[in-house]
């Protein structure tokens, strides 16, 4: 049944998409020169429609190509909506191309501009609804997909408690097969040696299994039994926990190799977008904030003996020790340098409370990201003796050097600041890391201006 629901859906996803681009013209059209008045027609309404014969067709299979016609239930909304913007950024400069090529007939530029405009929005927000709506449905009882788990394992526990927590994915557990019945709440179905009878039984949807490693041998068995059934199989590996949430794949002559930790930004033009929106941003912010430093610096010389910027080592991208700029809101003290700060601090002047208070003693850090040794985004930088003392008690901790340190990072925005739980904060941390993305900086600038300038810190 699930089958035939997915085929509905990706019929509706394909139908509203082609209504979105063939409304989009004619609108953009009307706008162009009947609102904004200084344009002069040149091309009738009606050649715009017909060339919507080759943009329709051209975007439907661009989209195709991109799996955007698939089963998303467990691709996150933000993979989707990139997904759109690029595929009408090529089809975009695909018809600008043939347009140039074809040269008889004089488009507006106005209203093409207009039109990938529309039908981006229009199909971001006939998407936003469609999830919308799903989970609804889903959180119903509707359209679930039904779900065999082999294995008791601790991630195959983490997997039930995930998908009874997230009712909005649609996945029903049907029951599991185990050596030992040690899962509770969930109907227990027999050993793995079961599982062929079990699937002609139950027909489930999709079969997911988690394995414990000292019962490995089964793996083939289940293999086997699924294949023949022809039921789907997922596989969550029992060292799960160590891998990111897309690991990339390399192949020698058919072996395939596993990237435990694939970095997005080890490919140079990630880097270079993400460096030139550093220095753009930093640059813009530094002229920007200006005044506010000005008085800064003031009110920080006016408070309290001391220099005005307090500098302290850190350690940053691939472990390298550097300098970190701040207004100095504390009063010299002989542990500055590894002190951690709480929300009550006595070392910290009234003033210094203040520039805390709305994090205005991190400007100067814009020069770090000016420099190099920062990033606007990414994971906060730590003082060298808590590094070595995080990275015995913290798993995966050092995996946050591989990026530049960030002035707000993805750990930030979620509350994450201050005297907070190391541990959560490095799991946010790594998610950035393993899922960047320069549309998710610009999520994370976003969300720092609306809510994550004002520190939860008492004055």
Request: charged residues 20%.
């Amino acid at each position: 049944m699930i089958k035939e629901n997915q085929r509905a859906l990706n019929s509706v996803n394909v139908l509203l998409d082609a209504l979105i681009l063939f409304v989009s013209m004619p609108v953009s059209f009307y706008a162009r020169f009947y609102i904004l008045h200084n344009g002069v027609i040149t091309v009738p309404l009606s050649d715009y429609m017909a060339f919507l014969l080759v943009l329709i067709p051209a975007f439907l299979i661009t989209f195709a190509t991109m799996g955007l016609y698939e089963s998303l239930r467990k691709r996150p909304l933000t993979w989707e909506l990139t997904r759109v913007f690029w595929g009408c950024v090529i089809d975009f400069i695909l018809a600008q191309t043939w347009l140039f090529l074809y040269k008889e007939v004089h488009f507006s530029r106005g209203v093409l501009f207009l039109f990938f405009g529309l039908s981006f929005c229009g199909m971001c927000a006939k998407r936003v609804c469609l999830r919308l709506l799903l989970r609804h449905f889903r959180q119903q009882g509707f359209n679930q997909k039904h779900v065999l788990l082999v294995g008791d394992s601790h991630m195959a526990v983490r997997y039930v408690q995930v998908v009874r927590r997230q009712k909005e994915y649609g996945y029903l557990i049907d029951g599991y097969l185990a050596q030992h019945d040690s899962i509770p709440g969930l109907t227990y179905l027999g050993s793995v040696n079961a599982l062929e009878k079990v699937l002609e039984r139950k027909t489930p949807d999709e079969v997911v299994v988690a394995l414990p490693p000292e019962e490995f041998q089964f793996t083939r068995g289940v293999i086997e039994a699924c294949e023949k059934d022809g039921v789907k199989l997922s596989v969550i590996p029992f060292y799960a926990e160590y891998i990111p949430s897309n690991p990339q794949f390399d192949n020698i002559e058919g072996i395939p190799l596993m990237n435990i930790r694939h970095i997005p930004l080890d490919n140079w033009m990630h880097a270079a977008a993400k460096r030139t929106l550093d220095i753009v941003g930093s640059l813009a912010l530094i002229i920007c904030t200006s005044p506010i430093m000005l008085v800064a610096a003031i009110g920080v010389r006016l408070s309290s003996p001391g220099p005005i910027i307090f500098k302290q080592e850190r350690v940053g991208r691939n472990k390298k020790p550097f300098m970190m700029y701040k207004f100095r809101s504390m009063r010299v003290n002989a542990a500055q340098d590894t002190g951690w700060s709480r929300d009550t601090d006595p070392r910290k002047t009234k003033f210094g409370a203040i520039l805390r208070k709305f994090s205005i003693d991190e400007l100067p850090q814009f020069f770090n990201v000016l420099k190099g040794d920062m990033s606007l985004v990414g994971p906060r930088p730590e003082v060298p003796h808590y590094v070595q003392q995080f990275k015995e008690e913290i798993p995966l901790y050092m995996v946050k050097h591989q990026v530049r340190p960030g002035i707000t990072g993805w750990a930030q925005v979620n509350g994450l600041r201050g005297d907070t739980s190391i541990e959560e904060r490095i799991r946010y941390d790594i998610y950035y890391i393993e899922n960047w993305n320069f549309f998710f900086d610009l999520k994370i600038l976003f969300m720092t201006l609306v809510k994550g300038v004002v520190n939860q810190e008492k004055l």
